[in-house]
């Protein structure tokens, strides 16, 4: 078998042959780079076995090519179909040695912004290098195998395959790089994806948390327990219970994409509560607010108060024989909104046993607004209220409007 025909039939078709298994090039790129499952060991003899298959299949698709073309293309060099196998073998092996090789220079030196013409160059040094190995390597293998060979021999046919093969060579080089690349940007597409999905899952989980946090059970079926006897007795005042509680469940499922309200409205609604329960607890219940004018632009989470003054009623009017006074204050200073829930017996608080404070309704609280305003926001439970407790929450003050804003140009 002449030397000169063995290297001028591998030449041609190299660079598409190197990108045709680009599928396969990529779960190998993966397994040996960027895989996070299982020990280093196997990962690399699974990338080693991928290369392996990838560069035989490869070698298979260039010798049928050429045995098929050869007739027509070169018809004193036509060679039969297992010595082209051979030798394509010989040029697809030494290519998956120095696959590794590419690929790490290729992610390791990649172009981009502030690094395009430095990468370029020390991409194309690698690639340089990757071409001349694989010339070498092949000579020197095809050298070893005919006794034949002379030095002087070696040297004229390195000089002419470099002539006609070294670019060749080297566009497979880049094929590799190419491969390389579009291997991590899927990745990277993938993994975009998934953390995308996670959040969103996330997201929906939060958003069934919060309509937990708006729709309390106790609280409706205590709206219900008022109503059933109200039917007889009272039917207006039962009308007016069905009516307003259909407006606080209108609110704690309507809202902006914000979530945020102003607490002018916050407090509309927590009237509308008060409302109810006043009709439920009768005369033992006595409401005050007490609200600045600069507070009641604030920008507030939706239903923030109604989950507090739950917390108030169950502590108070609900737990005591006594009447209870509930007062809601709200005040802006420093740049802070500051809203209080007092609770304490309205009658003489000697007559009024003490209870331990229930603070799940609170907690629940604290949770969403850790979602809110992480770092940014205070919730505590004050007993200094003699026989009484007070809940109070900081939220830095933000206009109504402003807060809007701000979250449109987030979105």
């Not at 025909?5 to 040996?32: I, M, Q």
């Not at 080297?170 to 990277?188: H, K, S």
Request: charged share 20%; glycine share 8%.
């Amino acid at each position: 078998m002449a030397l000169a025909a063995r290297h001028s039939s591998e030449t041609g078709p190299a660079v598409r042959a190197a990108a045709a298994p680009a599928a396969a090039l990529l779960r190998a790129g993966r397994g040996e780079e960027t895989s996070a499952a299982g020990p280093p060991g196997p990962r690399r003899r699974s990338a080693a076995t991928t290369i392996f298959f990838v560069w035989t299949g490869v070698a298979f698709f260039l010798a049928t090519q050429r045995w098929l073309r050869g007739p027509s293309l070169q018809p004193g060099l036509a060679l039969p179909w297992g010595e082209l196998l051979a030798a394509s073998l010989v040029t697809a092996y030494i290519w998956a040695l120095l696959t590794p090789f590419a690929m790490s220079a290729a992610r390791r030196w990649r172009p981009g912004p502030g690094a395009a013409w430095r990468n370029g160059l020390r991409l194309a040094g690698a690639g340089a290098i990757a071409a001349l190995a694989h010339l070498v390597a092949t000579n020197l293998f095809w050298i070893a195998i005919d006794p034949e060979g002379e030095a002087p021999r070696f040297f004229a046919t390195f000089v002419a395959t470099l002539a006609f093969g070294g670019a060749a060579r080297f566009a497979t080089f880049v094929a590799i790089a190419g491969v390389t690349w579009g291997l991590d940007d899927f990745r990277r597409y993938r993994e975009k994806e998934i953390q995308a999905s996670e959040l969103e899952r996330e997201l929906v989980g939060t958003q069934l948390e919060a309509l937990k946090l708006r729709l309390h059970p106790p609280f409706l079926f205590n709206t219900l327990a008022t109503i059933l006897p109200l039917i007889r007795t009272e039917p207006g005042a039962a009308a007016r219970t069905v009516v307003q509680l259909g407006d606080i469940l209108r609110r704690s499922l309507h809202s902006d994409a914000s979530g945020l309200v102003a607490l002018k409205s916050e407090l509309e609604a927590l009237r509308v509560y008060l409302q109810i329960e006043q009709t439920r607890l009768r005369d033992r219940l006595e409401v005050v607010f007490s609200i600045e004018p600069d507070a009641l632009d604030a920008a507030v989470p939706n239903l923030l108060l109604l989950p507090l003054c739950e917390s108030a009623i169950a502590n108070g009017a609900s737990s005591r024989p006594g009447g209870a006074r509930v007062e809601v204050l709200a005040r802006v200073g420093n740049d802070e909104l500051l809203v209080e829930i007092r609770e304490e017996p309205a009658g003489d608080p000697a007559e009024a046993a003490p209870a331990p404070i229930d603070d799940a309704f609170v907690r629940r609280t604290s949770l969403r607004l850790q979602l809110l305003y992480p770092g940014n926001h205070a919730i505590t439970i004050c007993d200094r209220l003699e026989k009484g407790h007070a809940v109070q929450v900081r939220l830095p003050y933000t206009p109504l409007s402003e807060a809007r804003l701000a979250v449109e140009g987030a979105a």
